[in-house]
C-alpha cells in the first residue's frame, strides 16, 4: 500500500498534473487554475488522542493563490482499496487545516477554503457512503441537528470517455489505463508523449502489479527518454519483447525439433504468452485475446493452460 502511495503522490506533485486534476474534475477542463498558481502546502497536522500528539498525513496538498492572495488549499487523496470511514478521514484532514488558519489569524479574520479530493483507483465498486452522515448511526430525534460533511469523490472506473478526455495532462494517460484495467475492456494507448514518464510507469507499474512498464523505460537511451516517449510506445515493446522470448525459445527446441519448425513455434509461443499475460494483467479480455491469436475462446482457454 505504502509503494502505491509513492508511487501516486510522485506524479501528482507536479503542478501541471495537479491543476489538470482540478480543473478536469471540478471545471469540466477549463484551465481556472493555472500551474504557476499552485505552491506547496503543508502536509502534516497533529491531533491529541490517548493523551498523546499523533500526526496525520495528506497525500497532496497545494495553495491556490492568485496576486499573491490565498484562494484555496486544495488537497488530493488517493484510494487503491475501499474505505467505508473515508469521510471521517475527510472532514480530519479539512478540519486540521481550518484549526490551523484559526491559530495563525486568530479571531474576526477571513480564512480561505479547504477543499479535498478523493480520487478512487480500485476495481472494486465503492458501495459504502460518500458523506459524514452516511457513517454515523444517528437518533432520530438528533438527525436534524447533525451536520453532514460531504466528500468531492472520484472513481477512475466510473469515469466515461467524455470525462476522460477533459484531462490533457499525463493524468490523462493514467484514467485511460485504469478505465480499462478495473472495467475489464480492452486498453488502446494512445500516442500522446509523456512529461512525466518515469512517475507514470511507476503508478501504472505498482498498481497493476506489472514490472514490465518500468523495465521498458529503463531500456530506452537518454535521447529517447528526452524525446519523449508514449504509452503506445512502451506498450508496442512489451509485446515485442514478449514474442522475441518466445522466438529464443523456439530457437533452442530448434536443436532438437528442426530449426524453422523451432522458430514457428517459438513466435507462436512468444505471441501466445504475450496475450495470456495481457489478460492475467487485466488489460485485454479473454475474447479479445483469443481472437487475437485466431482463436475460440476454449482453445485459447486450453492453450493458456499449456503456457501457464
Request: net charge negative; hydrophobic share 35%; glycine share 8%.
Given at each position: 500500500?505504502?509503494?502505491?502511495?509513492?508511487a501516486?503522490?510522485?506524479?501528482?506533485?507536479?503542478?501541471?498534473?495537479?491543476?489538470?486534476?482540478?480543473?478536469?474534475?471540478?471545471?469540466?477542463?477549463?484551465?481556472?487554475?493555472?500551474?504557476?498558481?499552485?505552491?506547496?502546502?503543508?502536509?502534516?497536522?497533529h491531533?491529541?488522542?490517548?493523551?498523546?500528539?499523533?500526526?496525520?498525513?495528506?497525500?497532496?496538498?497545494?495553495?491556490?493563490?492568485?496576486?499573491?492572495?490565498?484562494?484555496?488549499?486544495?488537497?488530493?487523496?488517493?484510494q487503491?482499496?475501499?474505505?467505508?470511514?473515508?469521510?471521517?478521514?475527510?472532514?480530519?484532514?479539512?478540519?486540521?487545516?481550518?484549526?490551523?488558519?484559526?491559530?495563525?489569524?486568530?479571531?474576526?479574520?477571513?480564512?480561505?477554503?479547504?477543499i479535498?479530493?478523493?480520487?478512487?483507483?480500485?476495481?472494486?465498486?465503492?458501495?459504502?457512503?460518500?458523506?459524514?452522515?452516511?457513517?454515523?448511526?444517528?437518533?432520530?430525534?438528533?438527525?436534524?441537528?447533525?451536520?453532514?460533511?460531504?466528500?468531492?469523490?472520484?472513481?477512475?472506473?466510473?469515469?466515461?470517455?467524455?470525462?476522460?478526455e477533459?484531462?490533457t495532462?499525463?493524468?490523462?494517460?493514467?484514467?485511460?489505463?485504469?478505465?480499462?484495467l478495473?472495467?475489464?475492456?480492452?486498453?488502446?494507448?494512445?500516442n500522446?508523449?509523456?512529461?512525466?514518464a518515469?512517475?507514470?510507469?511507476?503508478?501504472?507499474?505498482?498498481?497493476?502489479?506489472?514490472?514490465r512498464?518500468?523495465?521498458?523505460?529503463?531500456?530506452?537511451?537518454?535521447?529517447?527518454?528526452?524525446?519523449?516517449?508514449?504509452?503506445?510506445?512502451?506498450?508496442?515493446?512489451?509485446?515485442?519483447?514478449?514474442?522475441?522470448?518466445?522466438?529464443?525459445?523456439?530457437?533452442?527446441?530448434?536443436?532438437?525439433?528442426?530449426?524453422?519448425?523451432?522458430?514457428?513455434?517459438?513466435?507462436?509461443?512468444?505471441?501466445?504468452?504475450?496475450?495470456?499475460?495481457?489478460?492475467?494483467?487485466?488489460?485485454?479480455?479473454?475474447?479479445?485475446?483469443?481472437?487475437?491469436?485466431?482463436?475460440?475462446?476454449?482453445?485459447?482457454?486450453?492453450?493458456?493452460?499449456?503456457?501457464?
Open positions: 500500500m505504502a509503494e502505491k502511495d509513492i501516486s503522490k510522485n506524479l501528482e506533485y507536479y503542478n501541471d498534473v495537479f491543476s489538470d486534476i482540478v480543473n478536469g474534475l471540478f471545471f469540466d477542463g477549463e484551465n481556472v487554475i493555472k500551474e504557476d498558481e499552485l505552491t506547496p502546502a503543508d502536509r502534516d497536522s491531533y491529541k488522542a490517548d493523551g498523546k500528539i499523533r500526526s496525520q498525513e495528506r497525500d497532496v496538498s497545494k495553495f491556490w493563490k492568485n496576486a499573491n492572495i490565498k484562494i484555496a488549499f486544495i488537497g488530493i487523496e488517493n487503491s482499496a475501499v474505505d467505508k470511514a473515508m469521510p471521517l478521514r475527510v472532514i480530519s484532514y479539512d478540519g486540521a487545516e481550518y484549526r490551523r488558519q484559526y491559530r495563525k489569524k486568530g479571531k474576526n479574520k477571513k480564512y480561505y477554503p479547504v479535498t479530493l478523493v480520487i478512487y483507483f480500485g476495481k472494486e465498486d465503492w458501495n459504502f457512503g460518500k458523506k459524514l452522515c452516511d457513517c454515523l448511526e444517528i437518533p432520530e430525534r438528533l438527525s436534524k441537528f447533525v451536520s453532514d460533511y460531504r466528500m468531492n469523490f472520484y472513481s477512475i472506473k466510473d469515469m466515461d470517455e467524455k470525462q476522460i477533459k484531462f495532462s499525463d493524468f490523462k494517460v493514467i484514467t485511460e489505463f485504469f478505465s480499462s478495473n472495467n475489464g475492456t480492452e486498453y488502446h494507448p494512445t500522446q508523449k509523456l512529461v512525466h518515469e512517475e507514470v510507469l511507476d503508478m501504472i507499474g505498482v498498481f497493476s502489479g506489472d514490472g512498464f518500468r523495465d521498458e523505460y529503463n531500456s530506452l537511451n537518454d535521447e529517447t527518454r528526452e524525446g519523449g516517449i508514449s504509452m503506445c510506445e512502451i506498450y508496442d515493446k512489451i509485446q515485442q519483447a514478449g514474442i522475441e522470448k518466445g522466438i529464443e525459445k523456439g530457437i533452442e527446441k530448434g536443436i532438437t525439433i528442426g530449426e524453422e519448425k523451432g522458430r514457428a513455434e517459438g513466435r507462436l509461443e512468444g505471441v501466445l504468452q504475450t496475450l495470456i499475460d495481457l489478460v492475467k494483467d487485466g488489460i485485454l479480455t479473454l475474447a479479445d485475446a483469443a481472437k487475437r491469436a485466431n482463436m475460440t475462446v476454449e482453445e485459447f482457454e486450453m492453450q493458456a493452460g499449456l503456457y501457464a
